[in-house]
């Protein structure tokens, strides 16, 4: 298996690059179709907003958007169309409380969703839900990347981070073109249970699994030695001079995750280089 199709949704010029470059090193490296959606979004809220507004109104924030969304694909267009790949490119209008309908419907036939970090300077109000929407929705996988980091064609590198939950299975089989191809796949474990199933031999089965698909694997076993897992992971990221971070999404809802923070948010926030993710 490889990534055959890979997109990208862009909604603004400003954070659009990082995400273009990874997309153009990925369809290189896999001699992959690249595609970019970019989408003017309608940030008003309707059902507060249509009350007392009139057609003016409405017809001047779609206009903006129509703007913001023919602005980005000129971006997308011409900075694809130097890369020598595979590409194709749309724009349209999405009021953002439709967004995920828009998403969804390309992630559903993508192999590979690439987004830009959806939380940070420059970030719309869209950003967090396309990344969910091409999770929940789309059922695609999601490589996060971050503003200034390096492009990766095929990590040499990767991480896993495990903790036998059906997340992280779903992430890593997902994951398995990458993970294949790496040099090293570091399996980590943050506090083994002492009662699981795994008790006595902590990712003996998902290292097993990985070496029959021919992975190259060693076991990491960490100790919680910081409140948050997020940073334990971001820290044996670095000290293991990792490419890329794969993890299950969203383990718990994302209305805690949302309100109380959560791996996930965490690690979007944080990492300094790309996580690919699923649910």
Aim: proline content about 5%; glycine content about 8%; overall charge negative.
């Amino acid at each position: 298996m490889a990534y055959k199709s890979l997109l990208t949704i862009l909604t603004a010029p400003k954070t659009a690059v990082a995400p273009l470059a990874q997309l153009i090193a990925l369809a290189e490296q896999q001699d992959a179709h690249a595609e970019a959606l970019c989408l003017g979004v309608d940030r008003t809220q309707t059902g507060y907003y249509y009350a007392g507004a009139n057609a003016m109104v409405l017809q001047e924030t779609l206009a903006r958007a129509q703007t913001e969304a023919e602005e980005v694909l000129e971006v997308a267009k011409s900075t694809l169309a130097k890369s020598g790949v595979r590409w194709s490119a749309e724009d349209g209008v999405a009021q953002i409380a439709d967004l995920g309908r828009h998403v969804a419907h390309h992630a559903r036939f993508s192999d590979l969703v690439v987004v830009g970090r959806p939380y940070g300077k420059d970030r719309g109000a869209e950003a967090e839900p396309i990344v969910e929407a091409a999770l929940f929705e789309g059922h695609a996988p999601v490589l996060v990347v971050p503003d200034n980091g390096r492009t990766i064609g095929q990590p040499k590198t990767v991480m896993v981070a495990w903790n036998e939950s059906e997340e992280a299975m779903t992430a890593i089989r997902k994951a398995l073109p990458f993970l294949k191809a790496a040099d090293l796949v570091r399996i980590v474990i943050i506090d083994p249970p002492q009662h699981g199933p795994e008790r006595s031999d902590p990712g003996g089965m998902l290292s097993q699994f990985l070496a029959r698909h021919g992975v190259n694997c060693e076991i990491d076993v960490l100790s919680k030695t910081m409140t948050r897992v997020s940073d334990i992971l971001n820290r044996h990221a670095t000290d293991t001079e990792s490419d890329m971070i794969v993890m299950g999404a969203y383990g718990h809802s994302r209305f805690r995750e949302a309100i109380l923070g959560g791996a996930t948010r965490n690690m979007l926030e944080q990492a300094k280089v790309p996580v690919f993710m699923a649910h």
